[in-house]
């Protein structure tokens, strides 16, 4: 299997550190794709992946899987321990509810407000900005960040009582916080603890050296 992605990005992360957890690591090689030079919006690269976003799961078979929950999906399905999208009907259904509420009011609020807000990744990429909607999904992700926090405040996880792929996406969407430099709010304490513990995950460490050249052919 090929992953395609840029190895600092929060979506990326997401993969990297799900594969991780899921030990498969050694069964996937990288492919660079430069989102500065707009590499993703290029005809081969949309062929790809319509959407023109990172990562991109390429299997030997040729089919191409992207979207990070539906990679995650597939990658848990595969093998290994710790199950990512639950087992049971209510822990599926629990993990795809919070996993898509950290995307919608925490990471792509962050991205939206990166892309239309800041000079995201510059002139040549960014062909549209609209200023004002990046600042209202900045203001919703920091609201996010509260909603969270309180929910962190109840249960160790984001999903309840286990490690989950909503875990690995709020994540992202706190690494992204940080890139483009917008603080969790002092007064969140659960939420920092809660990153806090998520950064000595070892597939939280390992995910920007996993692409080096010599650890992808293990
Ligand atoms: N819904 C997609 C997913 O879950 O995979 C979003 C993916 C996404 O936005 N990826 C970013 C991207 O390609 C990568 S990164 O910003 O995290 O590095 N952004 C480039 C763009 O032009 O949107």
């Not at 069964?27 to 991109?56: C, D, I, Q, W």
């Not at 390429?58 to 290994?80: P, S």
Request: with cysteine; glycine share 6%; net charge neutral.
């Amino acid at each position: 299997m090929k992953i395609h992605d840029w190895h600092t990005g929060p979506y990326p992360a997401r993969v990297r550190i799900a594969l991780a957890e899921k030990g498969l690591q050694s069964r996937v090689t990288f492919v660079s794709v430069s989102l500065r030079k707009g590499e993703h919006k290029r005809p081969e690269f949309l062929a790809k992946n319509y959407s023109g976003t990172l990562p991109v799961l390429e299997l030997d078979d040729g089919t191409f899987i992207a979207e990070c929950t539906a990679i995650t999906e597939y990658l848990d399905a595969l093998e290994g321990l710790p199950t990512l999208t639950g087992t049971t009907p209510l822990e599926k259904g629990v993990i795809h509810m919070m996993n898509r509420r950290a995307e919608l009011e925490v990471l792509d609020a962050i991205s939206v407000y990166f892309h239309h807000a800041t000079p995201g990744l510059g002139p040549d990429v960014e062909i549209y900005q609209n200023a004002e909607w990046g600042l209202r999904q900045r203001d919703k992700a920091m609201r996010g960040m509260c909603y969270f926090d309180e929910v962190l405040r109840r249960q160790p996880f984001v999903a309840g009582e286990a490690f989950s792929m909503a875990d690995i996406t709020l994540f992202g969407g706190l690494i992204f916080a940080e890139l483009v430099k917008l603080p969790v709010p002092s007064e969140c304490d659960a939420l920092r603890a809660w990153y806090a513990r998520m950064q000595e995950r070892p597939s939280v460490r390992n995910r920007l050296t996993m692409s080096d050249p010599v650890k992808a052919q293990v």
